[in-house]
């Protein structure tokens, strides 16, 4: 990573975790906290980058950081999404979930076994596919298909920026997901009428 679309791509991804954080203040309870989790993760990524764009020993760092956060933060935007459209996951989910993903990422950065990584990752991409499906939620999908596209990104050559924009669009379609307020009620006569809800 040494050139302007570099740094670019890295600004891009520390600008959207400085949004999400802000959406995360109005999200529902339920996925604040994940929310803004995955935000602070991918914020911590951005700086990686920008890290390994100036000093070349960094980069190592920089991919350990990646491949850690490649697993840890799918797995908190996965628990936001499931609580954006309904309660929040139990703890005996959350704690597991969370730690598999944590120590598969500091395997992964550890050994160089990247494969390693992404299995927590593809495992939270299916529920979010699941969830898309059953609410028929666009941005879900998107957020799931922006993931999988940063994965696949990762495994070429100097795909660490792409990894970073696709991330960056992940995170977003979550935001997008877990602060919507506003749902549509029938009256009636048969209009939609948008209301804000307030949970």
Same mark, same amino acid.
């Given at each position: ?6 740094? /670019? &791509? ?14 995360? +203040? ?10 803004? $989790?995955a935000a602070a993760l991918y914020g911590a990524l951005a700086i990686g980058d920008?890290? %390994?764009? #100036?000093?070349? #020993?960094? @980069? $190592?760092?920089?991919? %350990?950081? =990646? ?17 954006? &459209? !309904? +309660? @929040? ?8 979930? *969370? ?7 500091? *395997?992964?950065?550890?050994? !160089?076994?990247?494969?390693?990584? &992404?299995?927590?990752? $593809?495992?939270?991409?299916? /529920? ?12 879900a999908l998107l957020t799931a298909l922006a993931l999988?596209?940063? /994965?696949?990104? $990762? ?5 660490? =920026? ?11 379609? %979550?935001?997008?997901?877990? /602060? ?9 006569? !048969? ?7 307030? +949970?």
């Amino acid at each position: 990573m040494n050139s302007a679309p570099d740094i /670019a &791509f890295a600004c891009v991804l520390g600008l959207a975790a400085l949004l999400a954080v802000i959406v995360s +203040r109005r999200a529902r309870a339920a996925a604040r906290d994940y929310l803004a $989790f995955a935000a602070a993760l991918y914020g911590a990524l951005a700086i990686g980058d920008l890290l %390994a764009i #100036t000093t070349v #020993t960094s @980069a $190592f760092f920089a991919d %350990a950081v =990646t491949l850690t956060i490649g697993a840890l933060a799918p797995c908190a935007l996965a628990l936001a999404l499931a609580g954006a &459209f !309904g +309660r @929040a996951p139990p703890g005996w989910i959350v704690a597991p979930a *969370m730690l598999i993903s944590a120590a598969a990422g500091i *395997m992964a950065a550890a050994t !160089g076994m990247t494969f390693v990584a &992404f299995a927590p990752l $593809f495992a939270c991409l299916c /529920a979010m596919l699941a969830l898309a499906a059953r609410h028929a939620s666009l941005y879900a999908l998107l957020t799931a298909l922006a993931l999988l596209a940063a /994965a696949a990104s $990762f495994m070429t050559e100097d795909g660490r =920026t792409a990894f970073a924009l696709f991330s960056a669009a992940g995170l977003m379609g %979550a935001a997008r997901v877990s /602060a919507a307020r506003v749902e549509e009620k029938r009256r009636p006569g !048969g209009r939609g009428l948008a209301v804000a809800q307030r +949970r």
